[in-house]
């Protein structure tokens, strides 16, 4: 059957901020943005989308950057691939787990042209990078017309394919800080095919104190296992201020996996998927206490 996307009205900003000025414009009208365009040129074919206006934000050549600093961290813009995020030098240097998340992203094809920002944009629950951005304590700039703001991770994304972006604004910078010594992070997902959407994913960060001897601090990313990626808190806790042993990892693995809300389909049952995530954070968890001990 051959689709067809319907008409709509087309906008270009060479700048950022003519790309905002347009969104202050266009800010009560039905419009999306496309950057890479990977997700919303499928959603247009379906007809699950049909805007007004299309803002095309591809000639903004200054967001599309992948930068470090020691002080502020890495800094990546709303235009970087995921190909460039994934063969960044500094990437592949500081956040290795960033660079294992892209390997695993859809096709090379696929990452070449999509964005991570739009990734996180289209704010699919299963999407590989919200776990270890949130695991990474990283935020989100969200820029309109003479303001901006910062949105944690874990917070970017309200409901399935919605996020905290509001009519005017867009989102352009992802912001995670410098790792601190001591620090292991590992990502892993389970799809049934290499490069497809998670059936759950997870992504856990662990901090040693200086005789890497006990968790000063811990953060858990989950993909796939709710309405919207989820910061498993209360696991947290239970890593922090203890010695990591096989049982306190298979602990925080068990209340990691209540903290999910998963969804039955036709892929697997919520009582699957909730299992997974558990487990996955066991694993993902032994790697990144490794990791820490070889900081």
């Given amino acids: ?24 414009k266009h800010k009560d009208d039905d419009y999306r943005i496309i950057a890479g ?29 992948v930068r470090f600093d020691e002080k502020e961290g890495l800094k990546i ?16 240097e500081k956040y290795e787990v960033l660079r294992e998340m892209e390997e695993n992203v859809a096709s090379i094809e696929t990452r070449n042209w999509g964005t991570l920002m739009g990734d996180l944009c289209n704010a699919d629950p299963a999407v590989d990078p919200a776990p270890p951005l949130i695991a990474l304590d990283a935020e989100i700039t969200v820029s309109a017309k003479g303001e901006e703001r910062t949105v944690p991770a874990e917070e970017f994304a309200v409901d ?37 959407y998670a059936l759950a994913s997870a992504s856990v960060l662990i901090t040693l104190d200086a005789a890497k001897e006990q968790c000063v601090n811990a953060r858990i990313g989950l993909g796939g296992v709710g309405v919207t990626p989820i910061r498993a808190k209360k696991a947290e806790e239970v890593l922090k201020g203890k010695k990591i042993t096989d049982e306190v990892l298979a602990e925080a693995a068990r209340v ?11 892929e697997a049952s919520a009582d699957y998927k909730r299992e997974l995530a558990g487990t996955l954070v ?10 820490a001990r070889r900081a």
């Fill in 77 to 92: 813009g709303a235009l970087a691939t995921h190909r460039s995020v994934e063969l960044s030098p500094v990437v592949r």
């Fill in 1 to 24: 059957m051959k689709t067809i996307i319907t008409d709509f009205n087309y906008l270009a900003a060479k700048t950022l901020d003519e790309a905002l000025d347009l969104l202050c």
């Fill in 160 to 196: 399935f394919f919605e996020t905290v972006v509001q009519p005017g604004e867009m989102a352009t910078e992802i912001r995670v800080p410098p790792l601190p010594p001591n620090t292991g992070v590992h990502f892993m997902k389970y799809s049934q095919i290499h490069g497809d």
């Fill in 256 to 266: 990691a996996s209540e903290e999910t809300s998963p969804i039955s389909g036709i």
């Fill in 37 to 65: 365009g990977q997700s919303l040129n499928t959603a247009m074919k379906h007809r699950l989308l049909t805007p007004e206006y299309i803002l095309d934000i591809k000639g903004v050549a200054d967001l599309d950057y």
């Fill in 282 to 291: 066991r694993r993902v968890g032994k790697e990144a206490l490794e990791r």
